[in-house]
Protein backbone atom coordinates (compact mmCIF):
# COMPACT_ATOMS: atom_id res chain seq x y z
CA UNK A 1 0.00 0.00 0.00
CA UNK A 2 2.87 2.23 0.57
CA UNK A 3 4.35 1.49 -2.69
CA UNK A 4 1.15 2.05 -4.42
CA UNK A 5 0.64 5.57 -2.78
CA UNK A 6 4.72 6.41 -3.34
CA UNK A 7 4.48 5.64 -6.86
CA UNK A 8 1.18 7.41 -7.49
CA UNK A 9 2.09 10.39 -5.96
CA UNK A 10 5.03 10.96 -8.18
CA UNK A 11 3.01 10.47 -11.34
CA UNK A 12 0.23 13.03 -9.99
CA UNK A 13 2.96 15.09 -8.92
CA UNK A 14 4.85 14.93 -12.19
CA UNK A 15 1.37 15.77 -14.00
CA UNK A 16 0.36 18.64 -11.92
CA UNK A 17 3.88 20.21 -12.48
CA UNK A 18 3.55 19.35 -15.80
CA UNK A 19 -0.09 21.34 -15.79
CA UNK A 20 1.79 24.54 -14.61
CA UNK A 21 4.44 23.99 -17.20
CA UNK A 22 1.41 24.35 -19.97
CA UNK A 23 0.00 27.35 -18.32
CA UNK A 24 3.40 29.07 -18.07
CA UNK A 25 4.24 31.59 -20.53
CA UNK A 26 7.23 30.29 -23.06
CA UNK A 27 8.92 33.30 -22.51
CA UNK A 28 9.49 34.65 -18.23
CA UNK A 29 10.03 38.76 -17.58
CA UNK A 30 13.33 39.91 -18.71
CA UNK A 31 16.08 40.09 -16.24
CA UNK A 32 16.56 43.79 -17.01
CA UNK A 33 13.01 44.71 -16.60
CA UNK A 34 12.78 42.96 -13.26
CA UNK A 35 15.28 44.44 -11.83
CA UNK A 36 13.80 47.95 -12.85
CA UNK A 37 10.76 47.03 -11.03
CA UNK A 38 12.36 45.84 -8.19
CA UNK A 39 14.44 49.14 -8.14
CA UNK A 40 11.04 50.98 -8.40
CA UNK A 41 9.42 49.09 -5.47
CA UNK A 42 12.39 49.47 -3.16
CA UNK A 43 12.29 53.23 -3.15
CA UNK A 44 8.06 52.79 -3.04
CA UNK A 45 8.69 51.15 0.04
CA UNK A 46 11.63 53.35 1.43
CA UNK A 47 10.37 56.49 0.88
CA UNK A 48 6.67 55.69 2.00
CA UNK A 49 5.97 52.35 3.27
CA UNK A 50 8.37 51.89 6.25
CA UNK A 51 9.03 55.50 6.72
CA UNK A 52 9.05 55.69 11.24
CA UNK A 53 6.45 58.43 10.79
CA UNK A 54 4.10 56.26 8.91
CA UNK A 55 5.06 53.06 11.26
CA UNK A 56 4.56 54.86 14.60
CA UNK A 57 0.95 56.60 13.00
CA UNK A 58 -0.18 53.02 12.14
CA UNK A 59 0.88 51.20 15.43
CA UNK A 60 0.42 53.95 17.71
CA UNK A 61 -1.80 53.77 20.80
CA UNK A 62 -2.34 57.73 21.36
CA UNK A 63 -4.93 57.54 18.89
CA UNK A 64 -6.68 54.40 20.61
CA UNK A 65 -6.26 55.87 23.96
CA UNK A 66 -8.11 59.33 22.56
CA UNK A 67 -11.01 57.38 20.91
CA UNK A 68 -11.38 55.22 24.05
CA UNK A 69 -11.90 57.84 26.62
CA UNK A 70 -13.98 60.36 24.19
CA UNK A 71 -15.67 58.65 21.75
CA UNK A 72 -18.93 55.94 21.28
CA UNK A 73 -19.07 52.50 21.38
CA UNK A 74 -19.83 52.45 17.78
CA UNK A 75 -17.00 54.99 16.66
CA UNK A 76 -14.51 52.69 19.20
CA UNK A 77 -15.16 49.49 17.02
CA UNK A 78 -15.19 51.28 13.39
CA UNK A 79 -11.47 52.99 14.70
CA UNK A 80 -10.39 49.41 15.38
CA UNK A 81 -11.93 47.82 12.53
CA UNK A 82 -9.69 50.64 10.56
CA UNK A 83 -6.59 50.36 12.16
CA UNK A 84 -6.59 46.29 11.82
CA UNK A 85 -7.42 46.80 7.96
CA UNK A 86 -4.03 48.68 7.87
CA UNK A 87 -2.27 47.22 10.43
CA UNK A 88 -2.59 44.12 8.23
CA UNK A 89 -2.04 46.07 4.88
CA UNK A 90 1.19 47.25 6.31
CA UNK A 91 2.08 43.64 7.42
CA UNK A 92 1.15 42.19 3.54
CA UNK A 93 4.07 44.70 2.13
CA UNK A 94 6.19 43.40 4.39
CA UNK A 95 5.74 39.63 2.86
CA UNK A 96 5.78 41.49 -0.45
CA UNK A 97 9.39 43.13 0.40
CA UNK A 98 10.38 39.52 1.31
CA UNK A 99 8.96 38.05 -2.12
CA UNK A 100 10.83 40.98 -3.72
CA UNK A 101 14.38 39.82 -2.48
CA UNK A 102 13.86 36.37 -2.96
CA UNK A 103 12.76 37.33 -6.76
CA UNK A 104 15.86 39.12 -6.76
CA UNK A 105 18.19 36.07 -5.16
CA UNK A 106 17.13 33.85 -7.16
CA UNK A 107 17.33 35.85 -10.69
CA UNK A 108 21.05 36.64 -9.83
CA UNK A 109 22.14 33.64 -8.15
CA UNK A 110 21.25 31.33 -11.85
CA UNK A 111 23.94 33.41 -13.38
CA UNK A 112 26.78 32.44 -11.02
CA UNK A 113 28.68 29.42 -12.36
CA UNK A 114 30.30 29.23 -8.65
CA UNK A 115 26.66 28.40 -7.30
CA UNK A 116 26.37 26.21 -4.21
CA UNK A 117 23.59 24.48 -4.59
CA UNK A 118 23.52 23.19 -0.62
CA UNK A 119 23.41 27.19 0.05
CA UNK A 120 20.72 28.17 -2.54
CA UNK A 121 18.60 24.71 -0.68
CA UNK A 122 18.99 26.33 2.44
CA UNK A 123 18.83 29.85 1.63
CA UNK A 124 15.21 28.48 -0.03
CA UNK A 125 13.74 27.14 3.09
CA UNK A 126 14.76 30.22 4.83
CA UNK A 127 12.83 32.16 2.82
CA UNK A 128 10.05 29.67 2.71
CA UNK A 129 10.20 29.85 6.73
CA UNK A 130 10.60 33.79 7.14
CA UNK A 131 7.16 34.00 4.53
CA UNK A 132 5.59 31.89 7.03
CA UNK A 133 6.65 33.52 9.98
CA UNK A 134 4.96 37.12 8.17
CA UNK A 135 1.75 34.68 7.70
CA UNK A 136 1.73 34.16 11.33
CA UNK A 137 2.45 37.86 12.27
CA UNK A 138 -0.40 38.81 10.02
CA UNK A 139 -2.64 36.38 11.75
CA UNK A 140 -1.52 37.55 15.50
CA UNK A 141 -3.24 41.26 13.81
CA UNK A 142 -6.23 40.21 12.45
CA UNK A 143 -7.00 37.79 15.69
CA UNK A 144 -5.47 40.33 18.41
CA UNK A 145 -6.16 43.44 16.56
CA UNK A 146 -3.77 46.33 15.59
CA UNK A 147 -2.10 46.89 18.98
CA UNK A 148 -1.31 43.17 19.41
CA UNK A 149 2.56 42.80 19.60
CA UNK A 150 2.91 46.92 19.74
CA UNK A 151 6.53 47.19 21.06
CA UNK A 152 7.69 45.73 18.24
CA UNK A 153 6.36 46.55 15.27
CA UNK A 154 8.63 49.14 14.74
CA UNK A 155 11.87 46.47 15.11
CA UNK A 156 9.87 44.75 12.03
CA UNK A 157 9.81 48.56 10.14
CA UNK A 158 13.06 48.59 10.80
CA UNK A 159 14.10 45.17 9.57
CA UNK A 160 12.28 46.12 6.82
CA UNK A 161 14.16 49.55 5.97
CA UNK A 162 17.62 47.45 6.13
CA UNK A 163 16.44 44.85 3.54
CA UNK A 164 15.80 47.82 1.44
CA UNK A 165 19.25 49.42 2.66
CA UNK A 166 20.98 46.22 1.67
CA UNK A 167 18.70 45.42 -1.55
CA UNK A 168 19.38 49.29 -2.64
CA UNK A 169 23.51 48.21 -2.70
CA UNK A 170 22.55 45.35 -4.67
CA UNK A 171 20.58 47.31 -7.28
CA UNK A 172 23.13 50.52 -7.28
CA UNK A 173 24.36 50.13 -10.76
CA UNK A 174 20.61 50.88 -11.97
CA UNK A 175 20.97 54.22 -10.70
CA UNK A 176 21.40 57.19 -13.41
CA UNK A 177 24.93 57.84 -11.60
CA UNK A 178 26.71 54.59 -12.85
CA UNK A 179 24.60 55.02 -15.47
CA UNK A 180 27.11 58.26 -16.17
CA UNK A 181 30.09 56.49 -15.14
CA UNK A 182 30.02 53.93 -17.89
CA UNK A 183 28.98 57.31 -19.79
CA UNK A 184 32.57 58.70 -18.91
CA UNK A 185 34.42 55.43 -20.51
CA UNK A 186 32.89 55.97 -23.97
CA UNK A 187 35.91 56.43 -26.57
CA UNK A 188 37.08 59.68 -28.05
CA UNK A 189 36.77 58.40 -31.08
CA UNK A 190 32.98 59.72 -30.96
CA UNK A 191 31.34 56.06 -30.22
CA UNK A 192 29.31 56.52 -27.45
CA UNK A 193 28.78 54.00 -24.65
CA UNK A 194 24.67 54.40 -23.70
CA UNK B 1 -10.78 -10.11 -30.32
CA UNK B 2 -10.32 -9.53 -33.84
CA UNK B 3 -11.81 -5.65 -32.93
CA UNK B 4 -8.93 -5.39 -30.29
CA UNK B 5 -6.38 -6.37 -32.88
CA UNK B 6 -7.81 -4.21 -35.38
CA UNK B 7 -7.24 -1.49 -32.80
CA UNK B 8 -4.04 -2.19 -31.95
CA UNK B 9 -2.97 -2.16 -35.14
CA UNK B 10 -4.30 1.57 -36.10
CA UNK B 11 -2.58 2.57 -32.96
CA UNK B 12 0.26 1.60 -34.24
CA UNK B 13 -0.20 2.69 -37.50
CA UNK B 14 -0.66 5.89 -36.20
CA UNK B 15 2.25 5.91 -33.80
CA UNK B 16 4.71 5.19 -37.13
CA UNK B 17 2.80 7.60 -39.22
CA UNK B 18 3.41 10.53 -36.41
CA UNK B 19 6.91 9.68 -35.63
CA UNK B 20 7.62 9.92 -39.50
CA UNK B 21 6.01 13.43 -39.35
CA UNK B 22 8.62 14.39 -36.47
CA UNK B 23 11.55 12.90 -38.12
CA UNK B 24 10.00 14.48 -41.37
CA UNK B 25 9.47 18.09 -39.39
CA UNK B 26 13.04 17.77 -38.19
CA UNK B 27 14.43 17.86 -41.46
CA UNK B 28 12.31 20.51 -43.03
CA UNK B 29 12.42 22.86 -39.57
CA UNK B 30 16.50 21.96 -39.04
CA UNK B 31 15.67 21.08 -35.54
CA UNK B 32 17.68 17.64 -35.93
CA UNK B 33 21.07 19.13 -34.98
CA UNK B 34 19.51 21.30 -32.09
CA UNK B 35 17.97 18.25 -30.05
CA UNK B 36 19.56 15.29 -31.78
CA UNK B 37 19.15 12.73 -28.52
CA UNK B 38 15.33 13.54 -28.86
CA UNK B 39 15.25 12.36 -32.20
CA UNK B 40 17.56 9.90 -31.64
CA UNK B 41 14.60 8.37 -29.19
CA UNK B 42 11.99 8.96 -31.89
CA UNK B 43 14.05 7.33 -34.76
CA UNK B 44 14.68 4.52 -31.99
CA UNK B 45 10.69 3.98 -31.43
CA UNK B 46 9.99 4.08 -35.30
CA UNK B 47 12.42 1.34 -36.07
CA UNK B 48 11.02 -0.83 -33.01
CA UNK B 49 7.41 -0.02 -34.40
CA UNK B 50 8.22 -1.33 -37.88
CA UNK B 51 10.39 -4.09 -36.93
CA UNK B 52 7.28 -5.41 -34.02
CA UNK B 53 5.56 -6.39 -37.43
CA UNK B 54 8.08 -8.74 -38.66
CA UNK B 55 8.79 -10.15 -34.96
CA UNK B 56 4.72 -10.76 -34.13
CA UNK B 57 5.05 -12.84 -36.85
CA UNK B 58 7.69 -15.19 -35.13
CA UNK B 59 5.25 -16.06 -32.26
CA UNK B 60 4.16 -14.71 -29.14
CA UNK B 61 7.14 -15.99 -27.00
CA UNK B 62 9.62 -14.79 -29.18
CA UNK B 63 7.82 -11.28 -29.14
CA UNK B 64 7.47 -11.20 -25.50
CA UNK B 65 10.91 -11.60 -24.92
CA UNK B 66 11.59 -9.18 -27.85
CA UNK B 67 9.05 -6.71 -26.52
CA UNK B 68 10.49 -6.27 -22.96
CA UNK B 69 14.10 -6.30 -23.96
CA UNK B 70 13.41 -3.38 -26.33
CA UNK B 71 11.55 -1.85 -23.79
CA UNK B 72 14.42 -1.59 -21.55
CA UNK B 73 16.79 -0.34 -24.64
CA UNK B 74 14.21 2.31 -24.88
CA UNK B 75 14.55 3.19 -21.03
CA UNK B 76 17.58 4.02 -21.46
CA UNK B 77 17.66 6.08 -24.98
CA UNK B 78 14.54 7.76 -22.78
CA UNK B 79 17.64 9.07 -19.91
CA UNK B 80 18.91 10.35 -23.31
CA UNK B 81 16.01 13.05 -23.50
CA UNK B 82 16.17 13.72 -20.11
CA UNK B 83 19.83 14.67 -20.63
CA UNK B 84 19.03 16.98 -23.38
CA UNK B 85 16.03 18.54 -21.33
CA UNK B 86 18.89 19.11 -18.62
CA UNK B 87 21.52 20.59 -21.17
CA UNK B 88 19.09 22.95 -23.41
CA UNK B 89 17.19 24.45 -20.22
CA UNK B 90 19.69 25.47 -17.99
CA UNK B 91 22.46 26.28 -21.38
CA UNK B 92 22.60 30.11 -20.72
CA UNK B 93 22.52 29.59 -16.69
CA UNK B 94 25.57 28.48 -15.23
CA UNK B 95 24.18 28.23 -11.41
CA UNK B 96 20.94 26.97 -12.47
CA UNK B 97 22.44 23.81 -14.58
CA UNK B 98 24.58 23.43 -11.33
CA UNK B 99 21.54 23.12 -8.99
CA UNK B 100 20.11 20.92 -11.39
CA UNK B 101 22.97 18.64 -11.68
CA UNK B 102 23.52 18.45 -8.11
CA UNK B 103 19.66 17.47 -7.82
CA UNK B 104 20.26 14.63 -10.38
CA UNK B 105 22.96 13.15 -8.47
CA UNK B 106 20.89 13.56 -5.68
CA UNK B 107 18.13 11.51 -7.00
CA UNK B 108 20.33 8.67 -7.77
CA UNK B 109 21.62 8.42 -4.33
CA UNK B 110 18.50 8.26 -2.98
CA UNK B 111 17.59 5.32 -5.24
CA UNK B 112 20.60 4.31 -4.77
CA UNK B 113 20.21 4.40 -0.92
CA UNK B 114 16.51 2.87 -1.32
CA UNK B 115 17.58 -0.06 -3.22
CA UNK B 116 20.25 -0.36 -0.80
CA UNK B 117 18.32 0.16 2.41
CA UNK B 118 15.49 -2.65 0.88
CA UNK B 119 18.14 -5.68 -0.16
CA UNK B 120 19.37 -4.92 3.52
CA UNK B 121 15.80 -4.68 5.86
CA UNK B 122 13.71 -7.12 3.12
CA UNK B 123 14.89 -10.95 2.98
CA UNK B 124 15.00 -11.95 0.09
CA UNK B 125 14.65 -8.54 -1.81
CA UNK B 126 15.14 -8.07 -5.13
CA UNK B 127 14.78 -4.66 -6.93
CA UNK B 128 12.40 -5.99 -9.33
CA UNK B 129 10.94 -9.03 -9.66
CA UNK B 130 8.76 -8.47 -13.04
CA UNK B 131 9.84 -6.76 -16.14
CA UNK B 132 6.39 -4.49 -15.10
CA UNK B 133 7.94 -3.57 -12.11
CA UNK B 134 11.90 -3.03 -13.33
CA UNK B 135 9.91 -0.94 -16.38
CA UNK B 136 8.03 1.02 -13.86
CA UNK B 137 11.11 1.47 -11.34
CA UNK B 138 13.27 2.93 -14.29
CA UNK B 139 9.97 5.17 -15.33
CA UNK B 140 9.99 6.54 -11.82
CA UNK B 141 13.57 7.54 -11.57
CA UNK B 142 13.32 9.62 -14.88
CA UNK B 143 9.90 11.15 -13.68
CA UNK B 144 11.56 12.28 -9.66
CA UNK B 145 14.31 13.43 -12.27
CA UNK B 146 12.05 15.46 -14.75
CA UNK B 147 10.02 16.76 -11.57
CA UNK B 148 13.15 18.02 -10.59
CA UNK B 149 14.49 19.52 -12.99
CA UNK B 150 11.17 21.42 -13.65
CA UNK B 151 10.81 22.08 -9.49
CA UNK B 152 14.76 24.27 -10.65
CA UNK B 153 13.47 25.84 -13.79
CA UNK B 154 10.36 27.14 -12.04
CA UNK B 155 12.76 28.35 -9.21
CA UNK B 156 14.89 30.10 -10.88
CA UNK B 157 12.79 31.40 -13.95
CA UNK B 158 14.29 30.08 -16.72
CA UNK B 159 12.35 30.73 -20.14
CA UNK B 160 12.48 27.32 -21.89
CA UNK B 161 11.32 28.77 -25.55
CA UNK B 162 8.25 26.56 -27.25
CA UNK B 163 10.52 23.91 -28.85
CA UNK B 164 11.85 22.08 -25.46
CA UNK B 165 8.65 22.95 -23.50
CA UNK B 166 6.34 20.72 -25.97
CA UNK B 167 9.61 17.99 -25.50
CA UNK B 168 9.02 17.82 -21.93
CA UNK B 169 5.52 17.93 -21.85
CA UNK B 170 5.57 15.20 -23.95
CA UNK B 171 7.49 12.91 -22.49
CA UNK B 172 6.66 13.70 -18.95
CA UNK B 173 3.11 13.62 -19.66
CA UNK B 174 3.90 9.62 -20.84
CA UNK B 175 6.30 9.12 -17.96
CA UNK B 176 3.59 9.57 -15.42
CA UNK B 177 0.83 7.81 -17.24
CA UNK B 178 3.52 5.04 -17.30
CA UNK B 179 4.44 5.22 -13.58
CA UNK B 180 0.57 5.56 -12.54
CA UNK B 181 -0.64 2.55 -14.72
CA UNK B 182 2.56 0.09 -13.99
CA UNK B 183 2.22 0.85 -10.21
CA UNK B 184 -1.56 -0.10 -10.62
CA UNK B 185 -1.20 -3.03 -12.96
CA UNK B 186 1.24 -3.99 -10.29
CA UNK B 187 -0.76 -3.89 -7.34
CA UNK B 188 -4.02 -4.47 -8.88
CA UNK B 189 -2.55 -7.60 -10.98
CA UNK B 190 -3.91 -9.26 -14.57
CA UNK B 191 -7.35 -7.44 -14.03
CA UNK B 192 -5.71 -4.11 -14.75
CA UNK B 193 -4.19 -5.70 -17.45
CA UNK B 194 -6.69 -4.67 -20.40
CA UNK B 195 -6.41 -0.97 -18.86
CA UNK B 196 -2.67 -1.06 -18.82
CA UNK B 197 -2.64 -1.91 -22.45
CA UNK B 198 -4.80 0.55 -23.54
CA UNK B 199 -3.58 3.67 -21.94
CA UNK B 200 0.35 3.17 -22.55
CA UNK B 201 -0.47 3.42 -26.50
CA UNK B 202 -3.00 6.20 -25.90
CA UNK B 203 -1.06 8.31 -24.10
CA UNK B 204 2.33 7.92 -26.39
CA UNK B 205 0.29 8.96 -29.22
CA UNK B 206 -0.85 11.89 -27.20
CA UNK B 207 2.75 12.80 -26.60
CA UNK B 208 3.70 12.36 -30.34
CA UNK B 209 0.62 14.79 -30.77
CA UNK B 210 2.34 17.24 -28.62
CA UNK B 211 5.86 16.73 -29.97
CA UNK B 212 5.05 16.96 -33.79
CA UNK B 213 2.78 20.20 -33.26
CA UNK B 214 5.85 22.19 -30.68
CA UNK B 215 8.46 20.82 -32.57
CA UNK B 216 6.81 22.01 -36.15
CA UNK B 217 9.43 24.87 -36.44
CA UNK B 218 12.61 26.42 -34.68
CA UNK B 219 11.57 28.66 -32.05
CA UNK B 220 14.27 30.50 -30.60
CA UNK B 221 14.39 31.13 -26.93
CA UNK B 222 14.94 34.40 -25.72
CA UNK B 223 18.46 34.78 -24.11
CA UNK B 224 18.64 36.53 -20.87
CA UNK B 225 21.82 37.67 -20.79
CA UNK B 226 23.46 38.51 -16.95
CA UNK B 227 23.82 41.69 -15.26
CA UNK B 228 26.86 43.55 -15.30
CA UNK B 229 27.80 42.68 -11.85
CA UNK B 230 27.48 39.09 -11.62
CA UNK B 231 31.43 38.20 -12.11
CA UNK B 232 31.58 38.74 -8.73
CA UNK B 233 31.75 36.23 -5.66
CA UNK B 234 29.02 33.89 -5.23
CA UNK B 235 29.29 33.08 -1.95
CA UNK B 236 29.24 36.90 -1.08
CA UNK B 237 26.42 37.85 -2.72
CA UNK B 238 24.67 33.92 -0.86
CA UNK B 239 26.02 35.36 2.62
CA UNK B 240 24.55 38.80 1.85
CA UNK B 241 21.33 37.32 1.34
CA UNK B 242 21.50 34.92 4.37
CA UNK B 243 22.35 38.10 6.78
CA UNK B 244 19.36 39.91 5.86
CA UNK B 245 16.99 36.71 6.33
CA UNK B 246 18.59 36.22 9.56
CA UNK B 247 18.25 40.13 10.80
CA UNK B 248 14.68 40.08 9.17
CA UNK B 249 14.01 36.39 10.90
CA UNK B 250 15.02 37.62 14.35
CA UNK B 251 13.13 40.90 14.20
CA UNK B 252 9.91 38.71 13.71
CA UNK B 253 10.59 36.53 15.94
CA UNK B 254 10.76 39.04 18.41
CA UNK B 255 7.70 40.88 16.87
CA UNK B 256 5.42 38.04 17.38
CA UNK B 257 6.83 37.92 21.12
CA UNK B 258 4.93 38.95 23.72
Given at each position: ????I??L ?6 L??L ?14 Q ?5 KH????LQ ?6 E ?12 Y??S??A????DE???D ?35 A ?6 L ?10 L????L ?10 L ?29 F ?7 GA??L | ????Y???Q ?6 I ?11 R ?12 Y ?24 W???T ?14 I ?8 A ?9 V ?11 I ?6 PH ?12 D ?5 A???A ?10 I ?25 L ?7 F??A ?15 W????W ?17 Y???A????N ?5 R?Y ?7
Open positions: MIELLFSIGIGLVLFALARRPARQEGTAALVEAALRTESLVAALVERIFDQGDWKVAAAEATKFLRRKKIAVAWTHRVKTQILSLKEYHFRHSRFYSQLNPTEFSLASFAALLQQCRLQLLIIGGPYAAPAVGRTAAATARICAVSEKSLAFLNPATAGSGDQSPEDAV | MLRRILALLSLAGILELGILWRALAKLLPRFPLFYAIFWVLLLDISSYGVYGLGPSVYRNYWGQILTLLVGYGVILEVHKSFKNFGAERAAVFMIAVFALVFAYVFRSFTIWTPAATYYELERLRTVQVVLGVLAVVFGYRSIGRNLKGVILGYGLYLASSVISSERSYAGSSHAWRLIQPYTFLISLCVLIAMAYQEIPEERPVPRLDSDEAFMKTRVLETMSLQRTVRP
